[in-house]
């Protein structure tokens, strides 16, 4: 899957747009842009200890997810079964996946905050609402 920064913009637009999300999107598509978003979220060149990941998805994933519903070990394990993050096989280290990391979709997610995305949606969608009753 490639995918341009307007593809994944738009992937995210309609993800937020009901406002936070509450699971992981059923679709595959939307599941690889939402792990590619996290994923550019580490440095390729470092070496992380579990509560590093753990930390940086939390403070990720509080812009614009239910915390009841979305929790960061299971988004953690998500990432590492779809290769996005490696793990050592003492589960205590874990760092990008290079080959994964070049792919386009996740160059363009660099790009692209979730929870500013949100944000933007809602002030959109209330500039509508006043127009209509102003």
């Known amino acids: 899957m490639s995918l341009d920064y307007e593809a994944v913009l738009g992937a ?9 999300l509450a699971s992981l999107p059923k679709k595959r598509g939307d599941q690889t842009v939402l792990l590619a978003l996290a994923c550019a979220r580490f440095d390729p060149a470092r070496v992380y200890r579990e509560d590093e990941v753990n930390e940086t998805l939390q403070a990720w994933l509080a812009r614009f997810t239910s915390p009841i519903t ?18 050592d096989a003492a589960g205590a280290a874990y760092r990008v996946n290079g080959p994964k990391l070049d792919r386009e979709i996740v160059v363009a997610a660099r790009a692209i905050d979730p929870g500013t995305v949100m944000a933007a949606v809602r002030q959109e969608r209330e500039e509508r609402k006043r127009a209509r009753a102003g």
């Open 12 to 20: 995210v637009k309609r993800l937020v747009n009901a406002g936070p």
């Open 70 to 87: 979305m929790d960061h070990v299971s988004f953690r394990r998500q990432l590492v079964d779809e290769y996005f993050l490696l793990r």
